[in-house]
């Protein structure tokens, strides 16, 4: 079957950096997304991955190992306005995406 | 970056009547586009995809006499919920599918908001 875990919930403090992971097993694999969604919003595109390494997008990065089934999303700088839930999302064979079920990240001051 | 609209933002209807949600790629050509609905608190469910020119491929578990899609244009689908009763209430996204970038990326309408009373 197709599966992707990511935390639950994670709590972090205002200005720091925080490490978001995502473990997938899916049929194929044509690249890894993450996207946040604020609460009563429609999610963002944030990142892409299709190669392994690390992609750097100003505050964010994600990584990715495909030999591991394994993404991250980092934060750095850490600002009240990221509080929101972060899902990863994978491409699978038939570029359909599936769907973690989501991280929600709160940040206290 | 792409840009995909929805509209209504907001539908409030009586039990028994049907509603018509509309999304569109703004600055893109989407052959592919996808509906979405998430009950509060829960995950993204995917209902459907919705190809241009040709019929929607339905989850299981979604009725498609119920939810009806139409993609007749390469920017346009639209999603009717026919006979809305109040357990159809929920938060309606689409997305729609960018191929002319490298990566496929599906990017999101701001989504609707129906409650059937």
């Known amino acids: 079957g197709q599966n992707i875990d990511q935390p639950t919930e994670m709590t972090a403090t205002e200005g720091a950096i925080v490490q978001i992971n995502c473990t997938y097993q899916?049929?194929?694999?044509?690249?890894l997304f993450w996207y946040q969604q604020h609460a009563g919003e429609a999610p963002t595109f944030l990142s892409y991955?299709?190669l392994d390494g690390l992609e750097e997008k100003g505050r964010f990065s994600s990584f990715l190992s495909r030999s591991k089934g394994y993404s991250y999303l980092l934060l750095k700088e850490l600002q009240m306005k990221d509080s929101a839930s972060y899902l990863c999302?994978?491409?699978?064979?038939?570029?359909?995406?599936?769907w973690g079920a989501g991280t929600k990240l709160i940040i206290k001051p | 970056g792409a840009v995909v609209s929805q509209h209504p933002s907001w539908v409030i209807c009586k039990s028994g009547t049907s509603v018509k949600i509309e999304c569109r790629s703004l600055?893109?050509?989407?052959?592919?586009m996808f509906w979405y609905r998430q009950f509060p608190k829960q995950s993204l469910m995917l209902m459907a995809t919705?190809?241009?020119?040709?019929?929607?491929?339905?989850e299981q578990g979604v009725e498609k006499d119920k939810f009806l899609i139409n993609h007749a244009s390469l920017t346009l689908s639209t999603l009717t919920v026919t006979s809305a009763h109040p357990e159809d209430s929920s938060f309606y996204i689409c997305?729609?599918?960018?191929?002319?970038?490298?990566?496929?990326?599906?990017?999101f309408g701001p989504g609707t908001r129906l409650l059937v009373l």
């Open positions: 991955n299709v």
């Open positions: 919705s190809n241009e020119g040709s019929k929607a491929t339905y």
């Open positions: 999302a994978v491409q699978d064979s038939n570029y359909q995406l599936i």
């Open positions: 899916t049929s194929g694999f044509n690249g």
């Open positions: 600055d893109f050509q989407a052959t592919t």
């Open positions: 997305s729609a599918r960018d191929v002319g970038g490298q990566q496929e990326t599906q990017y």
